[in-house]
């Protein structure tokens, strides 16, 4: 069983709705076959950002040599810059080196996830509820916020518009599948 369950959700000032905040923050309790891999208490990262990075590898691995979050880590720390681009995926969420990294390899049908020395295999479709449940958590948090104010250039526009297009894609097609 694999649970990634978001809780303290919270805006950068803190838990008050704030319209000029983009990035959903909050922490992370990551459990596979009974093991806590991330703790709430291992601090607070960007929901945002991670909610996006695990809906790429419901079909792409993240790995050292192949990150879904290039530029940053799969849990990040921050991801507030987020901007298009023309290489591997639509954005990119840039950010601090702060955060913590797990490796997602697909051995079909099984998803390899691999923690310091900890590896477990799992089912892709158990992999798949997780990620879902994850990422509906996060949305439901936007969908109990006021609407987000874009008092921001252009180019940063363009990427938020691009990373939640992402994101929705993503999401209809793994429903699909």
Not at 31 to 42: A, F, K, L, P
Not at 100 to 112: L, S, Y
Request: aromatic share 12%; glycine share 6%.
């Amino acid at each position: 069983m694999i649970s990634i369950t978001a809780h303290d959700f919270s805006w950068i000032r803190g838990p008050e709705d704030d319209p000029d905040d983009l990035c959903a923050h909050g922490r992370v309790e990551f459990c596979v076959q009974g093991e806590t891999i991330i703790r709430s208490e291992d601090g607070d990262f960007t929901l945002s950002a991670a909610g996006l990075f695990l809906l790429r590898t419901l079909t792409e691995d993240h790995t050292e040599e192949s990150s879904v979050a290039e530029m940053n880590l799969l849990f990040p720390c921050c991801g507030h810059s987020v901007w298009t681009c023309s290489e591997r995926y639509p954005v990119m969420c840039m950010g601090c080196d702060d955060g913590i990294d797990v490796w997602i390899r697909h051995r079909r049908p099984d998803v390899e996830i691999s923690f310091k020395a900890a590896v477990f295999e799992v089912p892709l479709s158990e992999w798949r509820e997780a990620v879902l449940r994850f990422t509906d958590q996060v949305e439901e948090f936007y969908r109990r916020s006021s609407a987000k104010v874009f008092q921001m250039n252009p180019e940063d526009q363009k990427g938020w518009s691009a990373f939640w297009q992402e994101w929705q894609e993503r999401s209809a097609t793994t429903l699909e599948n």
